[in-house]
């Protein structure tokens, strides 16, 4: 069964260091998200492509978080530099249709920021 | 602005008991998704409903879409341990996919 797949699955970094994580959605899968979720919260949206375009980002902390996905394919977000506050789930999820449905999630990346 | 608000927050209950989680919000959606998600993994699709008024089941869990399109509820039959977790609603508009705060549900023997 085809699914996303997302690494690390966890990752301990030192504040003011930098941090990347990698997402490659399901095969054929047009729209990508990457949100950020605080323990017991729902996910909140960071950025949305379709294909290589970015669609949404408005709540990405452009500050200091960038996020691409040159060929349309997988993805990569990076925060540079950490802030405690950052420490979080970061979930990455594909989507067949660009309408905002049926999003599939990979297993998440579990970030702690010390 | 949460576009989608989930209540209760959370819910204890023992198992065999049934329960009802609500998704409501002020905007229309395309769509609206439910989602169940284990400490530590990543959200999983439970159901997709699409139409005004559409119910679906899985198994003991019955999804209710509203006529207006702009709410939502999820109904579970006999608990089970099994059924612990949060869920989570999620509405469709273009280019969007909007999640609620969810549900924290734990279901005891």
């Known amino acids: 069964e085809a699914e996303v797949a997302q690494s690390p699955r966890y990752k301990i970094t030192e504040k003011s260091q930098a941090v990347a994580f990698w997402c490659d959605p399901i095969?054929?899968?047009?729209?990508l998200y990457w949100y950020r979720q605080i323990l017991g919260q729902g996910p909140e949206l960071l950025v949305q492509?379709?294909?290589?375009?970015?669609?949404?980002d408005s709540q990405l902390p452009k500050d200091r978080f960038s996020a691409e996905r040159l060929k349309g394919v997988d993805s990569t977000l990076k925060i540079q530099p950490a802030e405690l506050g950052d420490s979080a789930m970061y979930l990455c999820?594909?989507?067949?249709?660009?309408?905002?449905?049926?999003?599939?999630f990979g297993q998440g990346t579990r970030l702690t920021v010390v | 602005t949460q576009l989608l608000e989930q209540s209760p927050q959370f819910l204890s209950i023992q198992e065999g008991e049934n329960l009802t989680v609500y998704c409501n919000s002020s905007s229309v959606f395309s769509s609206l998704q439910w989602y169940r998600q284990e400490p530590g993994e990543g959200p999983v699709l439970l159901v997709t409903v699409v139409t005004g008024g559409e119910v679906k089941k899985l198994k003991r869990l019955t999804f209710q879409f509203g006529d207006a399109r702009k709410d939502s509820s999820l109904h579970i039959t006999a608990a089970q341990p099994g059924d612990t977790g949060l869920y989570l609603c999620?509405?469709?508009?273009?280019?969007?996919?909007?999640f609620g705060k969810g549900t924290s549900l734990l279901v005891t023997p």
């Open positions: 999820a594909s989507s067949f249709r660009d309408l905002g449905t049926e999003a599939f």
């Open positions: 492509f379709q294909d290589e375009s970015v669609v949404d």
């Open positions: 999620a509405g469709g508009r273009r280019y969007a996919l909007n």
């Open positions: 095969s054929g899968h047009a729209t």
